[in-house]
């Protein structure tokens, strides 16, 4: 079949980040296609530029067979391209059948609203898609099963025939996942071209007819879901991940002592549904799972970030890696020396005063152990490549755990991070390990994982679903990873 | 840095310029020569030691709120109450200095009426400090209510037997707590104006400020959660009290300003005394670019476009500096990421 809406070579750079390179993808009337990969890896990119919300550097957005020229929010909306975003875009005040009208309100002589019309509209719109929604309540009233189908109301009353949802089941419950994918389904039956970005797994395996691997901004495949078995999903999950030569490390036994870490039934909202794992001096323990299974919270929870809802964590000091370098692990317009010290003035502290001496000393000990180039503790952090950026946050981290913390954590240490410096930050990470620091590594890249740790633990699903060696075959890995005692649908997260 | 320098730079030479333009404009649109205005509003601060003195008067409480501002900005706080901070302090400063017994001598007299000034501005900021800190409450609004609030109070406070009655003005401060004039130095060419040792104490409030931000643990922890306090709270450093830290001590410096009007120039405090400089600082802050140089240019700046008004008043309204002023302000102030930041991207930043 033709396609319905084709990205022809879509091209995104920002910055020195190349977040969609040269990416060409079609989209069929009638099947639902699901874009994976990781975060960061470029799909919600992708998908605006098809939308008209973010313009493309170079390539083409093609909708029945005629391009889009102005890549405007507006163009693509006429011309029938629809997208739900992650954050819905309601008027909380206004009742249900308002946001639906709200841009596209159809009038009568003079400009008098034609609320009658609206409604009948929205109501033909929502029986055709099987729900129903209450068109008086004010949308803050609503639930967020309801927001999201009304968002969707608000495209098909656009007369969208490509709807594209940005990771729609991170918000739902495993029911109301369940019935959007029903939903979605109907969609594709009437001659649509649904999109889904998502991060799990199951509902690629349970619900698409195609899939995309995006990864770095590149697209690794596309293929018909034809095999839902373990091995087709094995493959898959090497897709999303890379697989490639693991990055070289020597490895060298280390002595374990006694556990330094250990949680214990933890429970975080909707994201940590009973995390119980231990982590011992000189062990490396890394944390597998498709992102959005609860390691951002698990990290958060970690670091003292986030309080616990229930069960125990014991931990000494802990020294922690963020996932995202440029909101947690830096102040971006402060200066290299600052973030080498961030949250440690104290220690340089006397009087009340900052001995400059005594920081600059421990500031160019450690920027000369990250190697970090040039070596300049004046420039400002966001002048640094993102490498350079995580050798700083790591060597932080690092020198943290020196100095007294005993406990480790690192998520998404390498993301975005060139080869030559996420072997610099390996050798780090195992360097601790070998002085007796307690180390989990929350990671997405397997490679990493095997290269570095003692023991994986999976994550799904707010649990840690399963141990491994770290030479567990990657069928293994991905079927734990779909996370075997769960119920189907896709796992709600706060 | 030398970029960003140059940057500031260039903004604030095109604000200066097109506030200029704007004077000329509307000088002529009265039928006046700009030029002469021009040229009369210079000699008359300027070029006459009364008016180099009078300027001087002017700059300092613009001096004192203009780092006042800066601190709060350097935490990414825009405090509007410099204004009703002053007039509390100015309140308090003229009721201690009065009941003070009659004989005090200076050294005493006078720490006691300026450490009182800095405490008043400190705890009228305490308010805006904890709604910011507790419940994030946008500080822009906060402290704009309290600056009608201090209205409120000070006018009750003054009615209600602070004032001598039947005026709206406190009695005189004893000698001991006055501060002496410049010319007590033997300027006597300053003679009759009404600059005071209030000025070299803002210069040096500047510069400690300037180190305090700088060099001090709290003032750097403070500067670092103005640029993120995203990766602050996450590498531990106490944000929320940071920030009130900064408001509370923007809120002193405020405080500290009142005493140029009310210790050095007319020893007492009447209703409305110093009032428009909390705003001024504003301007000042943000003309003064994060530097202590900066700031105390750019209080001269106003100063003298303040004195410059009166001078011109005679021919053409003085109200003319002020739309000088404003042009300037609001040139500068877009050219200012701070501002934008401040006003509006906190919810982009998360």
Known sequence: MAALLALERLDKRYGAVHAVADVSLAFEAGRLHAVVGENGAGKSTLLKMAAGVVVPDAGEVVIDGVRLDQHTAREAIARGIGMVQQHFALVGVLSALDNVMLGAEPVRALGRLDVERARARAVAVAREMGVSLPWEAPVETLGVGDRQRLEIVRTLVREARVVILDEPTAVLTPGEAAALYTTLRRLADAGRAVVVVTHHLDEVRDHADTVSVIRRGKLVSSRPMNRRDGEAMAALTRDIMGEGPPPRLERRARQLGEVQLELRDVRRGRALRGVTLRVRAGEIVGVAGVEGNGQRELVRVLAGLEPVDGGVVQAGPVAVVHEDRHAEGLVLAASVRDNLVLGELARFARLGMVDGAALEREARGRLERARVVPPDLDAPAAALSGGNQQKIVVARAVARAERGARVLVLAQPTRGVDLGAARAIHAEIAAAAEAGRAVLLVSADLGELRTLCDRILVMARGRIVTELPPDAPDARIGEAMLGGDAAPGAEARP | ?350
């Open chain 2, 1 to 350: 840095m030398i970029e960003r320098l140059r940057g500031a730079t260039t903004a604030t030479v095109a604000g200066v310029a097109a506030g200029w333009l704007a004077l000329a404009l509307l000088v002529w649109a009265y039928g006046e020569a700009p030029a002469a205005i021009a040229g009369q509003l210079l000699s008359g601060t300027w070029g006459m030691p009364y008016g180099i003195g009078q300027v001087l008067y002017k700059a300092t409480p613009l001096l004192l709120t203009g780092v006042a501002v800066e601190l709060a900005l350097r935490a990414g706080l825009f405090n509007i109450g410099a204004e009703g901070q002053l007039a509390v302090a100015g309140l308090a400063v003229a009721t201690l200095g009065a009941h003070l017994p009659r004989g005090t001598p200076a050294w005493l007299a006078l720490p006691a009426v300026l450490a009182i000034a800095p405490l008043a501005g400190a705890a009228w900021a305490v308010v805006p400090a904890i709604l910011r800190a507790r419940f994030g409450a946008h500080e822009v609004i906060s402290t704009i209510m309290m600056n009608r609030i201090a209205d409120a109070a000070v006018g009750l406070a003054l009615a209600r037997g602070l004032a001598i009655p039947g005026t709206v003005r406190t009695p005189d401060v004893v000698p001991g707590a006055r501060l002496p004039r410049l010319e007590a130095l033997g300027l006597t060419s300053l003679h009759g104006s009404a600059v005071s040792f209030a000025l070299p104490l803002a210069v040096v409030v500047a510069a400690l400020a300037a180190v305090w931000l700088a060099r001090s643990r709290v003032g750097r922890e403070v500067v670092l959660v103005g640029l993120s306090p995203t990766a602050c709270a996450a590498e531990r450093i106490p944000v929320a009290r940071r920030l009130a830290a900064a408001l509370v001590l923007s809120g002193a410096v405020a405080g500290l300003a009142a005493v140029a009007p009310v210790l050095g120039y007319k020893g007492y405090f009447e209703s409305g005394l110093g009032a428009g400089a909390g705003f001024g600082g504003i301007a000042v802050a943000l003309l003064g670019r994060g530097h202590p140089v900066g700031l105390v240019l750019s209080a001269l700046l106003f100063g003298t476009l303040e004195q410059g008004g009166l001078v011109i008043n005679a021919r053409v309204p003085m109200e003319v500096t002020t739309v000088l002023q404003g042009v300037i302000i609001v040139a500068v102030a877009l050219a200012d990421a701070r501002v934008r930041a401040a006003l509006l991207g906190r919810g982009r930043a998360r």
